[in-house]
């Protein structure tokens, strides 16, 4: 009864309505605000991809014109990266860093609320290039010169929206940094801390060192444009490789950026569903901050093909398949997790076993492309399409559903309906591969990415991929009832709501107080 009484006189001291979520400081519902976000930019960046499947189901031209379809790919992953899992993970963060640590709420509460505000914003600006003369940006989402340069009126919203979304990534860094160095509950070392806390602690530092960097890139991008520069304009003595150099030294910490938060999820989910303490704690650590130091110096494994000197290429080759080393060290501990531990198959559990396995192919393929006299051949094929995708989306956006499925209980106080979450892992996980694992095969066979239409012995499998892309994509319509249904009501939660779950967030009531820990837990 107490425990109730306490949570009433917290719910008595925030806003309601418009101004309890445009000025809350409270890292729950700022939490809140970046998920809704992440899952409403993810329709948005799925509409786009459906557009230009729609366009492969066939060769020829049939529905929307070359530019637009350029247009098309390039928003998609402009929107996918920046604004679907990134702000995804950055919710999690919100929501779980001060849950896990026992702290109060995060370290700066009104940053926070306005490195969240910057977004809805900063997209609203990059969605706008649809309307205006000359299109949106049709350059790939790596934005090479000169290409980009030729993007219309759209070309200084591009460059402003991307400093936008950067602006509120550093901010976000910041805090999420304060937070754990300054806020953990006495007791809770450094090696005491869940790895979600860890993961994220490391992909804070990969993003105040490398959003700056595009941020540098993009800006030389506007003086070469509209103030005569000459950085990456051969004519003037520039090099257009150079924006190459620099937009990968910001673009592969960036994929870990993207990756290493999901890892964090999947090593709270598999020891809950294992019913046993991850498989070698520290080694999970040292491998996170090895991949975190590696991906400094692998960035030109993406330029292969640009003419480098013969040092530079085996330099580059054998620093990308070191990563491999820690990377596989954390399949292992997973794995190793899991082995003659006490199983169950819930709806998390299920969507962290096909993260793993998925996974694992896309790190295969990578390795692939990491061998330089091959990937002279893989290239700018639809076989680096495959690669990333079964990264991304088994990856991040799988991690992502997970931790949706695994904390939802915590977040609402209501259990969701498992039958209809196994539903949609089945659904998703099928449609997945049916999307994506053609993309090899057609890659290998020499399919170039980014075009819209194609020779016609690719028409079989572009036929398998488009219908499997918008399986996927109507399969999330069941995820949204799944968690609106959630949110509405349902089975009640215990604190505990996993009987496997470990950790300071499960000793709280489900839902939890406005302010998680007032007075701080101790940690044994």
Do not use: C
Request: glycine share 8%.
């Amino acid at each position: 009864m107490s425990a109730v009484a306490h949570d009433d006189a917290h719910h008595e001291q925030h806003p309601y309505w418009i101004k309890r979520w445009l000025f809350t400081t409270n890292h729950k519902d700022i939490g809140t605000l970046y998920l809704w976000l992440s899952l409403l930019m993810f329709f948005i960046g799925g509409i786009m991809a459906l557009i230009v499947r729609t366009e492969l189901f066939q060769p020829g031209l049939q529905f929307v014109d070359p530019q637009f379809f350029l247009s098309m790919t390039t928003m998609h992953a402009l929107v996918m990266i920046f604004g679907v899992i990134m702000p995804g993970f950055v919710g999690l963060a919100n929501w779980l860093i001060p849950m896990m640590i026992g702290a109060p709420d995060m370290a700066l509460p009104r940053m926070n609320n306005w490195s969240f505000w910057i977004l809805p914003f900063a997209f609203a600006m990059l969605l706008s290039t649809l309307f205006m003369d000359g299109g949106a940006p049709a350059a790939g989402w790596t934005m090479y010169a000169p290409l980009v340069l030729q993007t219309g009126a759209a070309f200084p919203f591009l460059v402003f929206s991307i400093h936008f979304m950067g602006l509120s990534s550093i901010l976000g860094a910041i805090n999420i940094i304060a937070t754990i160095l300054n806020m953990r509950a006495p007791g809770m070392t450094l090696m005491k801390m869940p790895l979600f806390v860890w993961t994220w602690l490391i992909t804070a530092y990969l993003l105040i060192a490398v959003m700056p960097v595009l941020a540098g890139a993009v800006t030389m991008l506007l003086t070469d444009k509209y103030f005569g520069t000459s950085f990456f304009n051969a004519a003037g003595g520039g090099d257009p490789v150079l924006f190459q150099h620099v937009f990968w030294f910001f673009g592969h910490p960036e994929v870990y950026i993207l990756i290493l938060p999901s890892f964090g999820v999947i090593s709270s989910i598999v020891p809950t569903f294992a019913r046993k303490p991850l498989f070698g704690y520290a080694s999970m650590v040292y491998a996170t901050a090895s991949i975190a130091f590696l991906s400094f110096i692998v960035w030109s494994h993406h330029m292969f093909t640009v003419g480098m000197p013969l040092a530079g290429l085996l330099f580059f080759m054998f620093a990308t398949m070191l990563i491999a080393v820690p990377t596989g060290v954390k399949v292992f501990n997973w794995v190793a997790t899991m082995w003659r531990g006490s199983l169950t198959f819930e709806t998390p559990m299920l969507f962290a076993i096909a993260f793993i396995v998925l996974f694992t192919i896309g790190g295969f393929s990578g390795l692939m492309l990491a061998i330089v006299p091959a990937d002279f051949q893989y290239q700018d094929t639809y076989f680096v399409v495959a690669h990333f995708h079964y990264v991304l989306v088994p990856g991040s956006i799988f991690a992502l559903m997970a931790a949706v499925y695994y904390w939802l209980p915590k977040w609402t106080g209501h259990m969701y309906n498992e039958r209809l979450g196994k539903w949609h892992f089945w659904l998703t996980t099928i449609f997945v591969n049916l999307t994506f694992f053609p993309m090899h095969f057609v890659g290998l066979a020499g399919m170039p990415r980014r075009i819209p239409d194609y020779a016609l012995q690719f028409t079989e499998y572009n036929m398998i991929e488009t219908i499997g892309a918008f399986g996927f994509g109507l399969s999330q319509l069941l995820f949204v009832y799944i968690v609106v249904q959630t949110i509405r009501g349902g089975e009640k939660a215990t604190a505990q709501v996993w009987d496997g779950a470990r950790g300071l967030e499960w000793t709280l009531p489900s839902p939890p107080p406005y302010h998680s820990f007032t007075t701080a837990p101790e940690v044994k």
